[in-house]
């Protein structure tokens, strides 16, 4: 993508133990994280992305910038993570998803709607800040080539 200082990554996550790991590798990697963890805020970003022109406040200096990508926590509470990825890779968003290890089905399922990669929670764990600022300075098409650990390709 580019270089990721100061860039926005939507950070979907309602699990505060998790949103604040994903909140910290995405600030870690130098971009900006932004938070979302419900049905609304996702289906807000979703809308919003879907507009010509930034949403931006007149009195603001900084005007709105649009998310580059998207972390999401496959098991939130407030929202489905599936559906999650499915309507922000839909929106234009590359996504990686975050998961149990051992919920293959889940981790399919990511896969199917969008998810460019999915890491288990302790990859994530372990990684996360080199695995998101690979994401967003990575072509694409070389997002593939993120380091994976064995739970991952199972």
Not at 13 to 25: E, G, H, N, T
Not at 44 to 63: C, G, H
Not at 97 to 125: C, I, P, W
Request: without cysteine; aromatic residues 6%; proline residues 7%.
């Amino acid at each position: 993508m580019t270089d990721p200082a100061a860039l926005p990554v939507l950070v979907v996550a309602d699990d505060l133990i998790w949103a604040s790991r994903l909140v910290a590798a995405v600030q870690r990697a130098g971009a900006t994280p932004v938070r979302i963890g419900s049905d609304q805020e996702v289906s807000l970003a979703i809308e919003v992305m879907s507009l010509e022109e930034p949403v931006a406040d007149p009195e603001d200096e900084d005007p709105f910038a649009r998310p580059v990508a998207a972390i999401v926590d496959l098991f939130g509470h407030r929202y489905d993570g599936v559906d999650a990825v499915k309507g922000l890779r839909q929106a234009g968003l590359p996504v990686l998803a975050v998961s149990q290890h051992d919920d293959l089905e889940t981790r399919r399922m990511a896969l199917e709607a969008g998810a460019l990669r999915v890491f288990s929670y302790n990859k994530f764990f372990a990684d996360g800040p080199a695995l998101v600022e690979r994401f967003l300075t990575a072509p694409l098409a070389e997002v593939d080539t993120l380091p994976a650990d064995a739970d991952e390709d199972a």
